[in-house]
DNA sequence: TTAAATCCATGACATTTGTCAAAAAATAGG
DNA sequence: CCTATTTTTTGACAAATGTCATGGATTTAA
């Protein structure tokens, strides 16, 4: 199950037990159906969200084209950087692929939480560990492999996006147009 | 002056004056000449690095092509993230490009002053969100802008990189060959 | 200071990926 | 179950970037 619980465990497995319950007391849970629009580009989002049911994506207008910066199902993390440790206007955009379960996090929350226990601060400092580590394979996707190799990499490691999301979202997200994707499926 | 002192100190301006001393104690220095490899590919590498002078590379082997990943002048903090943050091996080799002087911290240093203070806990979280924080920009560059986008805003951001270093370095590290590069250059 | 090594520019051509247009296929919702 | 809508495939062609080869300029190190 993807409870929001096991996620913060496994990501700190020594966390005290009230640490633990007082961290998650004050996550906010909302559901959306398809095609709402969580954030829109340039507001205020400083929010980190938990993904607890469903599909998301992250994506922003480049010369009136959307592109799609991120895509995640049930079970992960999703934010704007700038949005929750920033302060800052969001650049991206957020919206459900599917009806899905949001668990929310406001940043002042979340700063409250850190200075209240050192503990907690740990949390959050190893769920930095997780999003740079996250990111920095994703640089290294984009620096050194082919659309090819891109698309096959997903496929290893979350052949789940494949089956449930658009091939546009996904050949967006993976830095190549719909028609290259298209092509490279089906064996050129 | 790009000091180790005043790089944590704009991370962390509250931070506590014991707290400041006692990570400033934990780090070594070292110097090395140009051209010395740091770190080989592979090799465990579990340091921290600020780059007090001169001029580093991270880079692979890509079929048996160099790739530069990274590029670092004095005043930045640069790692293996694998090495530092997961005690693996790392998949980068480091190597100087000036005569250089860097102040290293090791990850059990690191983790044991996490342990010891609550304020340096939060002066490493601070310094995880500077990092991820440059890290999506580069994503969002390689992901949404043609290779003359992205030696133009290298240019805006950090002019010093291109006077100083070899064109060949740049250009894998900007994603593109050598040739593109100079062809970008003299506005072909 | 000079020879060797490295670095940079340029031409010809190949490859990858993008663009535009249209039709086929799949899906959603009444 | 059927139609409207959305999604995917395919073709023809264009643009961006890579590859290979070469020569000149610059830098390094003895």
């Given at each position: 199950m993807h409870t929001l619980q096991n996620k913060l465990t496994s990501l700190y497995?020594?966390?005290s037990r009230p640490d633990l319950q007082l961290v998650l007391k004050k996550w906010d849970v909302a559901t959306y159906p398809r095609h709402h629009v969580l954030v829109r580009e340039g507001e205020y989002s400083p929010y980190l969200y938990y993904l607890a049911m469903g599909a998301v994506r992250t994506y922003y207008h480049k010369l009136d084209k959307e592109v799609t910066e991120w895509l995640a199902l049930e079970g992960t993390f999703f934010t704007s950087s700038l949005g929750f440790?920033?302060?800052?206007?969001?650049r991206l955009a957020i919206a459900f692929l599917e009806p899905s379960k949001v668990f929310l996090l406001h940043r002042d929350q979340m700063e409250a939480l850190c200075s209240h226990a050192h503990g907690i601060e740990r949390l959050f400092r190893k769920l930095l560990i997780e999003h740079l580590l996250v990111t920095q394979q994703r640089v290294d996707s984009f620096h050194f492999e082919t659309a090819q190799q891109r698309y096959e990499h997903l496929l290893e490691q979350n052949p789940s996006i494949i089956q449930r999301i658009p091939l546009s979202y996904i050949a967006s997200f993976l830095g190549m147009t719909q028609e290259t994707l298209s092509r490279i499926r089906n064996v050129r």
């Open positions: 497995p020594e966390m440790y920033r302060n800052l206007p969001s």
